[in-house]
C-alpha cells in the first residue's frame, strides 16, 4: 500500500511541475506583451507630443461647449 501512496503523490507532483511549467511560460508571453505594448505607447506619447507642439497655442478645451449652448 505504501508504493501506491508514494505513486500517487509522485504522479500530483509531476502534474503540479508541467502546471507551474505552463503558467510560467505564460507570464513570460505576456510581459513580451507588455513590454512590445509599453513600447508602442510610448511612441504613440512621443508622436503626440510632437502634434501638439504644431497645433496653434490658441489650444480649445475638450469640456467646452459650443457657442450654441
Known amino acids: ?12 507532483i509531476a502534474y503540479l511541475e508541467l502546471a507551474n511549467s505552463q503558467l510560467e511560460d505564460e507570464v513570460y508571453r505576456q510581459k513580451l506583451q507588455i513590454d512590445a505594448l509599453t513600447a508602442s505607447l510610448k511612441t504613440v506619447k512621443a508622436f ?17 461647449s459650443p457657442p450654441h449652448y
Not at 507630443?49 to 475638450?62: A, I, Q, T
Request: aromatic share 0%; hydrophobic share 40%.
Open 1 to 12: 500500500m505504501k508504493k501506491d501512496n508514494i505513486l500517487v503523490i509522485e504522479e500530483k
Open 48 to 64: 503626440m507630443e510632437v502634434l501638439d507642439d504644431r497645433v496653434p497655442n490658441e489650444k480649445l478645451s475638450v469640456l467646452d
